[in-house]
Every structure is written in C-alpha cells, then in structure tokens.
C-alpha cells in the first residue's frame, strides 16, 4: 500500500532540503500527505479562448489566441517598459513588460500565432496585460488544459521560488506517482448513501480539475470528511461521557427557590429566561451530568437563570459555585449575589486571590462542613486546598476565558462530575457553537428584561471631535459617566500605549473639571482595580481604557461609550464593548470613531453596528467577515483538527447534514466495534492529534 504519510517531501525531485526546511516551516508540509492535503485556493479555466472584445474590465483571468503587431519602448530609466501592441482580430490590447526587455524581444516574434493568458487591466483607456505567459499557439491544446490550481504561498516561499507554480509542479509530480487508489477514510456505506466520489479521484480532481462539475464533486466530497469527522468527535465523546458519567439527581425544587421566587425576584422573569430554566430542570432531574452552555448578550439576565439554577442545588443538598475571569468580576457576582438573596438564610462566600489569612481559612472550613452554600470566585476556587462537602453545580462564566485543563480540576472536587452550565455574552453563531462547544446543550437568552432601552450607535468621523465633546459634556452635567476605549493590539503594542498615553492627556485638557481615570493591561493588578473602583464608585466621571474593560465592569450610572480608532475592532469585539454601557434605564449611546479612509470590510462593520443591537446577527456577520479562525477562544476549545477546505461560515448547512450522520454512526455503534465502521474509527483515532480527553473535560 502506498503510504504518503511516511514519504518526506524533501525526495519530491526539485524539493531537496533547503526547500523542504521552507515548506516545513511556512506551510506545514512536511510528507507527501501534507502537500495533498494543501489545497488551492483558487482556480483559473485555461480551456476556454476569449476575444478582445469580449473583456471588460472586472474579468479576473483570460486567454487570448492572436498576434503580436508591432513592439514599442516607452518611457525612460526607471519607467521604461516595453509595449507589445496585440491583436485577435476582434480588437487591438497591450502586452506590457517591466522588466526582462532584451529577453522578450529576442523570443517572441511579430505576427506570429500566440495564446497569451493574463489579468486585464485598463490603462489610458486601453486594456492592457502586465507580464503575461505567452506560448506558441501551436504548443498549446486549451481543450486539455482545463482549470489551472492557484495556491497561497508566503513572502519567503516565494524568495525560495516556491511560487503557486512551483507548488502546482510539485503536486503534479505526486498525482502521477498515485498508481493505485489510496486506502478509502470513509466507510462504503458512508459514500454510496452520499454519492460521495471516491478519495483517490477526489484528490486528484481537486489539484486538477477536468472541469467545473467535477471540482464542484471534489470540494463537496473532502468538505464532508472534513466536518463529518469534527462532528463524529464531538458526539462520540460527548456520548462516551453520558455513559460514563452519572450526574447527580435533583429531584424537587424546594423552600430556598421558591421564597426566592415568591419574595426576593426583582421583576418577573422574561420568556427566554423561563424556557432556559425549565431546560436547566430538565437536565437536573435526568441523571445525566449537565453540560449546558448559555447564550446571552450582555444585561439580558444570565446571573439571574444561574442563581436560579444554584438554588435548586441547595435545595437537594449540594453546594453551587461560580466561577469568573477576573477578580473585579467575581467580586461584582458576589455584591449581585448577595443583594438578590437579601434576607435568606444562604451563605455566599467569596474567594479570590487576595482573600488571605484567617478569612481564607474560615471560607475553607465552611466549605468542608457545608455550612457555606455558595461560592463565588476566580480560579482560586480550582487550587487544591479548596475542597467541598457535596458539589453539585459548577457555573462558569465567560467560558473562553478558561483553559480546558483548568476546568478539569473542577470535575475532581466530588465522587463523580458536578453539573456544569457555562455563561457567554459573546454570542457565538450556531454553526460554530455546534464545532467548538458540540458536545454542550446551548440555552439561548435572546429577549432584554422590561426598562432596558437599546443603546443608541452612531458613527463619527475623528475631524468632527467638538460637536463630540459637546455631547459629552452634556450627559457628564446630567450626572452620567463615559468611557473613552482605545485599541490595543500585540504587534503595536508601544505604539498604541502611546496612544492611550496622549489620548489620556488629551481629555484631561478638554474636560478640566472632570475627574479621568485611566486603565491598560500593562498595569500591575492593584494599580488597575484601584482605577476601576474610582470609576465604578462614580469618583472619576470619564475612564480612559484599552480593551480590558470588555468583560463584566457593571456601572449603571455609565451611559456613554466612545470607541477610538472603531476600525481596528472585529464586530463582536466592537458588540462587546458596547455591552458596557445601557446597564442603566437612561438613553445609552455607543460612538464609533473613525478616519475617513475605511475599507470595503471596516465599512460593513460599522453599518452593522449602527443598524442592529443582535449579538446573534452580528456574530453570524463577524463569521463571514473574519473567518471562524480569529474567533475568541477557539485555539483552546477542542476542535481537533485544522479545517483545511471547510468553512464553518459558509458550509453551515453542511455541518447541520453531517452532524446528523455521525450521531447515526454513533447511535448505532456507541461502543465502536461494528466492522463496518472499523474505518471510521481508525481515522478518527489518525486525525487526533494529541491523546488527551479533553472533549471529555469540557
């Protein structure tokens, strides 16, 4: 059998080693295997002739079949070039060359036969092609030559002449040593019920197409194994943990939850929040573990649903925590917390890192003896000297900010795993919901509590600061409160802080009466919260702020958000920091600031933000946008495998069909021994990476 896997590309004749060191680094392709699976990203139809005639000017490639008539040097030093005047009869075009003008010169000759292929341009007037491949039209069969593949290659692939064609040369060379089929990864009932075409002629048509029809065979082909295998990962784990895992019965909803209820609920329940806790009973009572995640844009009432849920804890007996990111999150459940259950008898506790001493070992203590019913903290709450008398619920809040292996720990802290149910105000779009947290029920939170406005967003052009900063003025002498966001990004980091820095000094001139506090990453902690305290306690009516303020700070009185610099922000980043503000019952505002030059993608994002409040819809935007790969938190949520030619935005209903497929696979061989399915298994077990459980964990 003829094994790719095992062949380094570094013998593929005209690789060699300085190549192949290249092709490791910038590429990952380090076998044979590698380079197949290194799909083009575009394709060009070498089999169709056009006339000059026929072009205008949005074409992306074309060939042409004529002659050169005449040749002419224009221009001088620098700006010499030469102009090849070309016709097909239909019309007169420019062939244009930069460089190399001795060399054309000598080669190509007047009216003599040609096919000439290139990108149309319009100079003058004239259309035109800069560089083209010329070869002689009696060398060259267009009928045979069908789709040219193009591939991505980088800056220093090219200086190693690793070019789309060198790459396409490579690949030519590998498809003709596949004498016999490769071994099939899909099972023979798999690809009969989909009318799947075999992997072997899959590969070979999606590097070079016979045409467009069996390109469109191939991508449908590899873009079904890809997902399928995503989604028969998640179900199979997400199935192995069911049966391996009890979770803990809650049978009834007690006195704690009902006085809650009846006494203590500061408004009624809206009908999202009803539908999501009558699910969160739902699983409580099965005797299946929980795995729940929860959806919600900001201020629409998930810390209300997971108090709820931690009542019912209480009420059979067990003991609830939560978990938050950050220290003045945890801090703020706790006040929430505690303000909801006023006058109960529940015992909230808190514990963070800079809970020391004696108090520390009270919170301990109670914990062991069950005297303390909740806890409330950051991952302090996961170290080893924090154990409990009966967890039963686990909340985690903002889900992407904990590692994998971090929530491991909490599955350790009973006899067997406490319910989880995980919150997220980032909205995350179906599609991508079901890759990243596939193995997680996803509640939905999708209407805001009576009272609360939708916040305002405008767009501003950074010139027309003074009408601004009037606006501002006005809300600050109303008694309201402002954040001014500047970006902060890894590559320009200094200059950024630069940025803040002036930006800081800036408002400080232009507001004097005002009270400005100022808060970046690069703060020591202390430093950092004592500044937020000054804003959240109302001491300082303006924060100037990088982006570490986008999870969590509640400050009702905060009715103001500009965002600096509003193009460099991806749309939900953009969603997330509007969050901040409209926590209150005033008219909240959202102004986006931007130069006047903005890009096709920057344009788009801005409108969305001014035309829709849905965290839903713009999540679903910031996909087809950005790609499912900047997404927040996906390097460390599970998805196993590198997506090489799916696209979680654009193939959304394909995953729906496949995941229906593997939860058939999974339904009828929960153990994985069929024989028929013996090379699905196999497969799986090749594309994990890495042994670790982890889907098991999360």
Known sequence: MFDLTTRDIKYLSGVGPQRAAVLNKEAGIFSLHDLLYY??????????????????????????????????????????????????????????????IKYILGKYKVHQEYIVFGKPTVFNGRFNIAHPDVDAAADVKPSTMGMRPYYNTTEKMKRSSLNSHAIEKMMASVVQQLREPLPETLSPAILAANHLMPLTEALVNIHFPGNTELLRRAQYRLKFEELFYVQLNILRYARDRQRRYRGYVFGKVGDTFNTF??????????????RVLKEIRHDLGSGRQMNRLLQGDVGSGKTLVALMT?????????????????????????????????GMDV?????????????????????????????????????????????????IDEQHRFGVAQRAKLWTKNVQPPHVLVMTATPIPR????????????????????????????????????????????????????????????????????????????????????????????????????????????EAQIMVATTVIEVGVNVPNASVMIIENAERFGLSQLHQLRGRVGRGADQSYCILVTGYKLSEDTRK???????????????????????????????????AFDLKIADIA??????????????????????GTLPENAVLWRQLKLLRKTNVNWAAIS
């Open 605 to 639: 994002r801005i409108e969305i933000m001014v035309r829709t409040n849905d965290g839903f819809e713009i999540a679903e935007a910031d996909l087809k946008l950005r790609g499912p790969g900047d997404l927040e938190g996906t390097q460390q949520s599970g998805v």
């Open 650 to 671: 654009r193939d959304g209903q394909l995953l729906q069909y496949v995941r229906e497929v593997a939860q058939k696979v999974v339904d009828a061989d929960p153990e």
């Open 431 to 538: 599609t991508l919901a079901m890759t990243l947290y596939g193995d997680l029920d996803v509640s939905v939170i999708d209407e805001l509590p009576p009272g609360r406005k939708p916040i305002a967003t405008l767009h501003q052009f950074d010139s027309h600061r003074e009408s601004l900063y009037r606006s501002v003025r006005k809300q600050i002498a109303e008694g309201r409160q402002v954040y001014i966001v500047y970006p902060l990004i890894k590559e320009s980091e200094k200059i950024d802080l630069k940025n803040l820095e002036e930006g800081y000094r800036h408002i400080c001139e232009a507001f004097p009466d005002c009270t400005v506090c100022k808060v970046h990453g690069q703060m020591k902690p202390a430093e950092k919260d004592a500044e937020m305290q000054r804003f959240v306690s109302g």
């Open 310 to 342: 931690m009542l019912i804890a209480l009420d059979n007996h067990y003991q609830a925590c939560l978990m938050a990111p950050t220290e003045i999150l945890a801090n703020q459940h706790y006040d929430t917390i505690r303000e909801l259950l006023y």
């Open 39 to 100: 799909f083009p990203y575009k394709y060009v139809d070498r089999s169709r002739i056009y006339t000059i005639r026929e072009i205008d000017g949005s074409m992306p490639y074309i060939q042409l079949k004529g002659e050169i008539l005449s040749f002419e040097a224009v221009g001088e030093g620098r700006q010499r070039r030469l102009v090849g005047h070309f016709s097909d009869g239909t019309g007169i075009m420019d062939l244009v060359w930069f460089q190399g």
């Open 347 to 395: 015992r909230v506790e808190l514990l963070t890192g800079s809970v020391k001493g004696k108090r520390r070992k009270d919170i301990l203590d109670g914990l062991l003896t069950g005297k303390v019913d909740i806890l409330i903290g950051t991952h302090a709450v996961i170290e080893d000297t924090v154990n409990f008398a009966s967890l039963g619920l686990v909340v």
């Open 261 to 274: 209820y009846t006494r203590n609920l500061p408004f009624a329940l809206t009908g999202a929040q009803k």
